[in-house]
Nanobody, 128 residues
Framework: QVQLVESGGGLVQAGGSLRLSCAAS????????MGWFHQAPGKEREFVAAISSSGGFTYYADSVKGRFTISRDNAKNTGYLQMNSLKPEDTAVYYC?????????????????????WGQGTLVTVSS
């Protein structure tokens, strides 16, 4: 099984950028689609972006399209979320997740509460 550890969170001013990383341990990371989610204080966890196991397909929440980019490097067992033009409403704990059922499953809000593997999260704070 895959284990996930996020890093790269921090404090940034509105309009700035951050890149989150999701390091996977376990030899089967390349068989898993992965995704990013965020949870703001007092709110439910929400889907942000997903990427297929090969990296060929990506999906984004409407709120981040054009600002965030998901990618992965299977040789390094690592996934990334490049966040540009950050807004105060992007402030949240960001989680990565992985599942062998594919990126559509990761992106599907009817299914993604039960993804196979979750990281512990990294906090992103965007100041105005």
């Amino acid at each position: 099984q895959v284990q996930l550890v996020e890093s790269g969170g921090g404090l940034v001013q509105a309009g700035g950028s951050l890149r989150l990383s999701c390091a996977a341990s376990g030899r089967t990371f390349s068989n898993y689609a992965m995704g990013w989610f965020h949870q703001a204080p007092g709110k439910e966890r929400e889907f942000v972006a997903a990427i297929s196991s090969s990296g060929g397909f990506t999906y984004y929440a409407d709120s981040v399209k054009g600002r965030f980019t998901i990618s992965r490097d299977n040789a390094k067992n690592t996934g990334y979320l490049q966040m540009n033009s950050l807004k105060p409403e992007d402030t949240a704990v960001y989680y990565c997740a992985a599942d062998p059922r594919g990126a559509r499953t990761v992106a599907d809000n009817r299914l993604n509460r039960a993804l196979e593997v979750w990281g512990q999260g990294t906090l992103v704070t965007v100041s105005s």
